[in-house]
C-alpha cells in the first residue's frame, strides 16, 4: 500500500494524525495533503421510531436528567460499553443515554443488563435521523478507542451540539478541552463520569459560549465548501 501511495501525486486525509501515521509508515511526507471532512447544516426529518426516543428525551429532560446521545456504529473500536458504565457511576444524578447507529448490539446490551442501567440507557439503534436525535441531546459523546476524523463531531459543531470525547490523538486535535467541547481520559469510565457530573453543573452562559466557539471553529475549517476548495 505505501509503494502505491509514494507513485500518485497526492494522498490526501482528514487530520494531521493520520498524516503522522502515513509518514511513519513511509509515505514521503510531501505527497500528503490535509483536507478536512465538509459537513452541510442540518436537514431532513425523522421517522415514526426516531420521534419516540425524541419524545423520551425531552420527557427525560423536563424531569431534570442529562441527555446524553452516542452515535456510531456498535464496536470494540467505538466503545460505548464505557459509557454504560461511565453512567452506573454517576450516583443518583439522574441521566439517560441514547445510543444510536448500526452493528450487532450484544456486548452493548450486555453490558446495560450486568449495571443495571436498563431505565438509564435506551438503544435506539440504526436511523437515518441519527444526526437530529444528536442535536436533541445536551450533549454528544464519543469514547471512542481510535479514529479517524468523525463526522458526528462536526455535525455537532454545525448544530450547536456539545461534545465530550476521549482523549486519543485523533480527537484531541479536533476538540480542544474547554475551548470547543470536553475530553475525559480514554478507557477510563471513572473520569467520563466525572466529566459528566462537571457538565450538568455547567451554567448556561458557559454552555452558550462553547457552542459559538464550535460554531466558528465549523464555519472557518469543516464546510463543505472548504472541503471542495481543498480538492480543488
Keep these: 500500500d505505501v509503494s502505491v501511495l ?6 490526501v486525509v482528514p487530520s494531521a494524525h493520520s498524516a503522522g501515521i502515513l509518514a511513519a509508515l513511509g509515505v514521503t511526507p510531501t505527497r500528503i495533503t490535509m483536507i478536512p471532512y465538509g459537513v452541510r447544516p442540518q436537514t ?6 426516531d420521534q419516540q426516543t425524541l419524545l423520551a428525551m425531552t420527557r427525560a429532560r423536563a ?8 452515535v456510531g456504529t456498535f464496536s470494540h473500536r467505538k466503545n460505548q460499553t464505557l459509557l454504560v458504565d ?7 444524578m439522574p441521566v439517560l443515554a441514547v445510543f444510536v447507529g448500526d452493528g450487532d448490539q450484544e456486548g452493548l446490551r450486555a453490558s446495560i443488563a450486568a449495571h443495571g442501567c436498563d431505565d438509564r440507557v435506551h438503544v435506539h439503534g440504526y ?5 437530529q436525535l444528536a442535536a436533541a441531546a445536551d450533549l454528544l459523546v464519543l469514547p471512542s478507542r481510535s479514529e479517524g476524523q468523525p463526522i458526528a463531531v462536526l455535525e455537532a459543531f ?3 451540539t456539545l461534545v465530550a470525547v476521549s482523549d486519543i490523538p485523533e480527537l484531541v486535535e479536533l476538540v480542544d478541552d474547554g475551548l470547543l467541547g470536553f475530553t475525559f481520559r480514554s478507557d477510563d469510565p471513572a473520569d467520563l463520569a466525572g466529566t459528566l457530573r462537571n457538565f450538568a453543573r455547567l451554567p448556561a452562559s458557559t ?8 460554531r466558528a471553529r465549523y464555519g472557518s475549517r469543516f464546510t463543505v ?3 471542495a476548495t481543498g480538492y480543488l
Design 158 to 160: 454545525c448544530d450547536g
Design 127 to 131: 436511523s437515518r435521523g441519527a444526526r
Design 6 to 11: 509514494n507513485l500518485v501525486d497526492r494522498v
Design 63 to 70: 424531569e431534570g436528567a442529562l441527555v446524553v446521545a452516542c
Design 225 to 227: 465548501a472548504a472541503m
Design 86 to 92: 461511565a453512567v452506573a457511576r454517576v450516583g443518583e
Design 207 to 214: 454552555r452558550r459560549l462553547i457552542r459559538q466557539r464550535a
Design 44 to 49: 431532513g426529518g425523522v421517522d415514526d421510531d
